[in-house]
């Protein structure tokens, strides 16, 4: 990992459009999202098709 | 078997990919071609590929991802048409372990399938910062494995399992060599001799810390 700057971090939720060959590709890119922000000390725990994306939240 | 190599470095002939190339293809007795993606149109090359039978990219690891160039390359290949193609990734990257380059292991792995190559595997080598700042011999081991692995690529199209084995270590670093690298990182005797040579280079030394989206 880096060296952290900045006092905290922003948390971020990614929704993706979900237009993945298989489960298998779906299933490397959401690790891969993971991983990135856990590098730059962003909390993300929210890594979803943009079709569980719910307005009520926000 | 007809070989094309690309360069996926955007440092181009620059890098440390570069030196990684040059030292593979010294052990072959009819070195490969080379393509260099940050150089050459994205077009052209993924047309070009179609005239080999195997396509070997050498890369640097950007977190652990593949950088943008090659990504935009490979969006411009097509699936092969007729079976028997192969492809292969040798991945270098700062990060000591080799573990760090997995996630884009998997996805190299994937990639391949679906685009109806064998899959040759990926070699990576981590701690590979620096490397095209010091001495030849500071590397002879690396450049004579990388040799081995081209030797080896040359006559059998493979890539020669113990020699991987031996560049992919550390794997993952034990928690007491940990200690003792940052035991040697607080007394200067890191590769941040490298990292801090670099950052005087570019008058950056004192703006390490800087806080762009706050300051």
Same mark, same amino acid.
């Given at each position: 990992?880096?060296?952290?700057?900045?006092?905290? #971090?922003?948390?971020?939720? /990614?929704?993706?459009?979900?237009?993945?060959?298989?489960?298998?590709?779906?299933?490397?890119?959401?690790?891969?999202?993971?991983?990135?922000? #856990?590098?730059?000390?962003?909390?993300?725990?929210? /890594?979803?098709?943009?079709?569980?994306?719910?307005?009520?939240? /926000? | 078997?007809?070989?094309?190599?690309?360069?996926?470095?955007?440092? =181009?002939?620059?890098?440390? &990919?570069?030196?990684?190339? *040059? *030292?593979?293809?010294?052990?072959?007795?009819?070195?490969?071609?080379?393509?260099?993606?940050?150089?050459?149109?994205?077009?052209?090359?993924?047309?070009?590929? *179609?005239?080999?039978? &195997?396509?070997?990219?050498?890369?640097?690891?950007?977190?652990?991802?593949?950088?943008?160039?090659?990504?935009?390359?490979?969006?411009?290949?097509?699936?092969?048409?007729? !079976? !028997?193609?192969?492809?292969?990734?040798?991945?270098?990257? !700062?990060?000591?372990?080799?573990?760090?380059?997995?996630?884009?292991?998997?996805?190299?792995?994937?990639? &391949?399938?679906?685009?109806?190559?064998?899959?040759?595997?990926?070699?990576?080598?981590?701690?590979? =910062?620096?490397?095209?700042?010091?001495?030849?011999?500071?590397?002879?081991?690396?450049?004579?494995?990388?040799?081995?692995?081209?030797?080896?690529?040359?006559?059998?199209?493979?890539?020669?399992?113990?020699?991987?084995?031996?560049?992919?270590?550390?794997?993952?670093?034990?928690? !007491?060599?940990?200690?003792?690298?940052?035991?040697?990182?607080?007394?200067?005797?890191?590769?941040?001799?490298?990292?801090? &040579?670099?950052?005087?280079?570019?008058?950056?030394?004192?703006?390490?810390?800087? *806080?762009?989206?706050?300051?």
């Amino acid at each position: 990992m880096h060296i952290p700057r900045y006092e905290k #971090y922003p948390e971020i939720e /990614v929704y993706y459009q979900d237009d993945f060959a298989s489960i298998e590709d779906k299933k490397i890119y959401e690790d891969y999202i993971y991983r990135t922000f #856990y590098q730059f000390y962003s909390k993300c725990e929210i /890594v979803k098709p943009i079709t569980q994306f719910s307005l009520e939240e /926000v | 078997m007809k070989t094309l190599i690309i360069n996926g470095s955007p440092k =181009a002939q620059n890098g440390n &990919t570069e030196i990684f190339i *040059k *030292k593979f293809i010294n052990g072959m007795k009819s070195p490969c071609e080379i393509c260099y993606a940050a150089k050459e149109d994205r077009l052209r090359i993924a047309n070009y590929m *179609k005239e080999f039978d &195997t396509i070997i990219v050498f890369m640097p690891l950007y977190v652990h991802a593949m950088p943008g160039i090659v990504m935009k390359l490979i969006e411009c290949m097509e699936p092969a048409v007729d !079976g !028997g193609k192969s492809m292969g990734f040798i991945v270098q990257s !700062g990060f000591m372990e080799s573990a760090q380059s997995k996630y884009l292991e998997r996805y190299l792995s994937v990639l &391949t399938k679906n685009l109806n190559y064998t899959y040759l595997g990926t070699v990576i080598r981590g701690g590979s =910062a620096g490397i095209y700042m010091m001495p030849e011999k500071m590397n002879k081991r690396l450049f004579r494995q990388l040799s081995t692995l081209g030797e080896h690529f040359e006559i059998n199209g493979t890539f020669n399992i113990e020699t991987v084995e031996e560049l992919a270590s550390p794997n993952k670093l034990s928690k !007491g060599k940990c200690n003792l690298l940052q035991f040697l990182g607080r007394l200067g005797l890191s590769d941040n001799i490298f990292w801090n &040579t670099m950052l005087k280079n570019n008058n950056a030394r004192d703006r390490v810390l800087d *806080k762009p989206f706050i300051d």
